[in-house]
């Protein structure tokens, strides 16, 4: 992709000549006012052509996939609170190198985002960053203590509207305030998004208790710590007709829940993480912590019920749980680590390696796992390309251009992120975002932030 | 060998051979008069002991002195580690005093191989958590040599707190790899959820096992797991897994009774058990500086032959 001479300009147009929708047939798009202007047939735009705004940049986007931005439901920013781990303008510009164009701020802050003033604040702090759209996400109870719920109303009528609650990294654990969660946030059509993990079932807990955990002499993290939060907290969604979003999806008892509870018709939706479609369990034997994670790396068969879940849609969407941890976190003994993972910047390489590359996920089908349904659930607007694969003209012109040819080797070190804890240093991974765009604004051309 | 001595799960039988054959000759040091070797003359052994083992920490003290290394014992109590100074920290503080050998016992399974990334010498694992005591399982195996002749084909029976205990890990591996067969009894609460995969049998049952065994080690069961619901009281444990005199009566006649100690005598073995002429109990202390003397020696590769 040539940009010689490219500013960054709002409102300024841009042809992507011969860019392939979904991976369809190659078509121009011309991106002008913020929004998709129109489209023509595959390379029939020249600089001459009829109909092209003054100063328009024609890209050669040959070869490269059109996807609508990504949406990230999932994402640890630490700001405020670890600005040595990740601030805000860090951590979306590592968002939109990975190709989103909005990501969903974790609440386990310091200050916890149990307010309308800490939201507003993490939300004014995106907007000036200006790499992608960040959207809040509210704590479910006060100080995430899981004592007393926090103003969520507040929160949803905030500068932020943050329609997502959150007590990640904590269970809400007390079934009644669940379901007092769950009832009240219908009121501005919010969702709550639970960490399943009963707290008993895991007190200590270091790795997935199996096999590996019994040799290495770790505490076990059983998947029904997962399972039983899950079963529960559907049956309660169920019970109150509630929208209930399961974060970080884990183990194959939780696919077959979810889709136990999908066919009810109740309003349960979930997401999983790329490492959890990638990574097993075996990597603890190294007792690096960089493979720790909550909830932990599962076993093989996990991974497949993990996929094939995404595939047939019981897993709504993928969510990165990018967490972010300085290095004095994780170059100790496993047991003080802290659990978490980098992930926005190489999310779409695992899902295509993981989905594509294995012919599990077409295109349409990374684009809604990865744009369309987490935009859903999130209850933001739709995107600008349709699972169909078509280019809405007037639609905001919010897109993702990859190329799907290359192999990378992932270099902790060239990641945006101040953190490096990155579970695939060294490993290849296929695909490579060449350029993102927020309403018409490129955030990202050429690999590089603009 | 290897750099390290981490595991036996990743020990060859034949290093393993190796330190039992060469602990024969340090034994026989132990009995000559002048109790020194100067193999290890002018070489660094570290102590490095983040929890609390008087016996661990003067068993390896001994060895290392035996060979004529210089030993620091660096205690985490009282030290910069307990202001906060991480175990990187002190790693790198010991490689720059040129620790030739970092003997660590840590409350953190896994934090001898950390410490083994970060250091240029060999790191002996003491005990990690709940992970491996390799040395402990080493001279176990070095016991039953000496006492029955043979480790092969024997079949030895480990009892009590299997889950939280590096002694039984570190010996089921050894005595895998060495052809014993190995069964373990504890309550269903006290096994790991993957013993399954262990190269071990499983019974509920001790009285039904003892008949049939060699050598019956004993675990230390810590009183507070009690309030963790693994069993329910203490008498309760003492009945059903206790080596009492009764038991220890049905063992046959050669049968050994061994503990890796510290005992909690009354609970899972009886003072009398304990102090009869099965039990190798302080044997298994001597032991153990022959043992620690031979994987000092072997790992820092030391000079001149034992005669």
């Given at each position: ?9 709002a ?6 000549r ?48 059109l996807?609508?931005?990504l ?7 630490r700001?405020?609170g670890r ?40 939300y ?15 704590a479910?109870?006060v100080?995430?203590?899981g004592?007393r ?15 997502v609650f ?10 009644l ?20 993990e ?9 790795m ?11 505490s076990g ?8 939060i899950?079963?529960r ?11 209930l ?49 909550n909830p932990p ?7 497949a ?36 993972m ?13 989905m ?7 295109w ?9 349904a ?9 995107p ?67 | 060998?290897?750099?390290h ?27 000559a008069?002048v ?71 840590h ?11 970060w ?44 889950l939280?205990?590096?002694v ?5 591996w ?8 190995v ?45 963790a ?7 309760e ?35 009398q ?6 039990s190798?109990v302080v ?25």
């Amino acid at each position: 992709m040539s940009t010689a001479g490219a500013g960054a300009r709002a409102g300024k147009a841009w042809v992507l000549r011969r860019v392939r929708p979904l991976g369809g047939d190659p078509v121009d798009v011309l991106l002008a006012d913020g929004v998709i202007a129109s489209w023509r047939p595959g390379g029939s735009t020249g600089p001459d052509s009829e109909g092209l705004p003054p100063g328009t940049t024609i890209l050669d986007t040959d070869g490269l996939i059109l996807l609508p931005g990504l949406v990230d439901l999932h994402t640890h920013l630490r700001e405020p609170g670890r600005e040595d781990a990740e601030t805000v303008g860090s951590g979306t510009r590592a968002a939109a190198l990975g190709g989103f164009t909005t990501v969903f701020a974790m609440a386990n802050t310091n200050p916890v985002a149990d307010t309308a003033g800490v939201v507003e604040q993490v939300y004014r702090l995106g907007v000036d960053a200006g790499h992608c759209d960040v959207r809040p996400v509210g704590a479910v109870t006060v100080g995430l203590a899981g004592q007393r719920l926090a103003e969520l109303g507040a929160m949803a009528g905030s500068a932020a509207g943050v329609r997502v609650f959150s007590d990640d990294g904590h269970c809400v654990s007390d079934a009644l305030l669940m379901r007092r969660a769950l009832e009240y946030v219908k009121a501005f059509d919010g969702v709550v998004a639970q960490h399943a993990e009963e707290p008993r079932l895991t007190e200590n807990a270091q790795m997935n208790e199996g096999v590996v955990a019994a040799r290495l002499g770790l505490s076990g993290w059983p998947a029904v710590a997962e399972e039983a939060i899950i079963a529960r907290d559907a049956l309660l969604a169920g019970h109150v007709d509630s929208r209930l979003h399961i974060c970080h999806v884990s183990t194959a008892g939780s696919v077959e829940i979810i889709r136990w509870a999908k066919a009810k018709g109740w309003r349960v939706t979930a997401e999983v993480t790329p490492h959890h479609l990638l990574l097993t369990e075996d990597l603890v034997s190294s007792y690096d912590p960089v493979y720790k994670v909550n909830p932990p790396l599962r076993t093989a068969d996990d991974v497949a019920a993990l996929r094939a879940g995404l595939a047939d849609g019981t897993i709504d969407c993928v969510a990165t749980d990018h967490a972010p941890h300085a290095a004095e976190d994780k170059e100790t003994e496993w047991a003080a680590a802290r659990p978490g993972m980098l992930g926005l910047q190489t999310a779409l390489s695992v899902v295509m390696e993981t989905m594509v590359v294995g012919g599990r996920l077409d295109w349409a089908g990374v684009a809604d796992r990865m744009a369309l349904a987490p935009a859903r659930i999130g209850g933001l607007p739709s995107p600008a390309v349709d699972a169909g694969g078509s280019v809405a003209v007037g639609a905001p012109a919010t897109v993702t251009l990859l190329d799907p040819s290359p192999w990378q080797v992932v270099d902790p070190g060239a990641l945006a992120s101040r953190s490096r804890n990155t579970p695939y240093a060294g490993r290849s991974l296929p695909g490579a975002v060449r350029a993102t765009f927020l309403r018409g604004r490129p955030t990202v051309l050429d690999g590089m932030i603009v | 060998m290897r750099r390290h001595l981490l595991t036996t799960e990743e020990l060859s039988r034949d290093d393993a051979l190796l330190v039992l054959d060469t602990a024969e000759r340090m034994a026989r040091v132990a009995e000559a008069s002048v109790r020194k070797l100067p193999t290890l003359r002018g070489r660094t052994v570290v102590n490095l002991f983040f929890e609390d083992s008087t016996r661990t920490r003067t068993s390896f003290e001994v060895a290392a002195k035996r060979l004529s290394a210089d030993v620091i014992n660096f205690s985490a109590r009282g030290s910069s580690v307990s202001k906060g100074e991480s175990l990187k920290d002190t790693a790198q503080t010991l490689e720059a005093m040129g620790a030739d050998a970092v003997v660590c016992r840590h409350s953190a399974s896994g934090a001898p191989h950390r410490l083994a990334s970060w250091v240029r010498g060999s790191v002996v694992n003491a005990g990690d958590g709940t992970h491996e005591h390799p040395t402990q399982a080493l001279l176990d195996a070095f016991t039953m040599r000496r006492r029955l002749g043979r480790i092969e084909g024997l079949r030895v029976t480990i009892v009590g707190d299997v889950l939280h205990s590096r002694v039984a890990r570190s010996n089921i591996w050894l005595l895998a790899t060495l052809g014993a067969s190995v069964t373990v009894v504890a309550p269903p609460t006290l096994l790991p959820l993957g013993v399954s995969a262990w190269p071990v049998e499983v019974s509920y049952d001790l009285d039904a096992v003892l008949p049939k065994s060699d050598v019956v080690m004993m675990l230390r069961v810590q009183r507070e797991r009690m309030s963790a619901a693994y069993f329910p009281t203490e008498r309760e444990y003492s009945r059903r897994y206790g080596l009492d005199v009764d038991r220890a009566a049905i063992l046959p006649e050669h049968a050994l009774v061994m503990h890796p100690g510290p005992m909690v005598r009354g609970m899972e073995i009886a003072s009398q058990v304990a102090d009869s002429a099965r039990s190798t109990v302080v044997e298994q202390v001597a032991n153990g500086v022959s043992v620690r003397m031979a994987v000092l020696y072997l790992l820092l590769g030391g000079s001149g032959e034992v005669s």
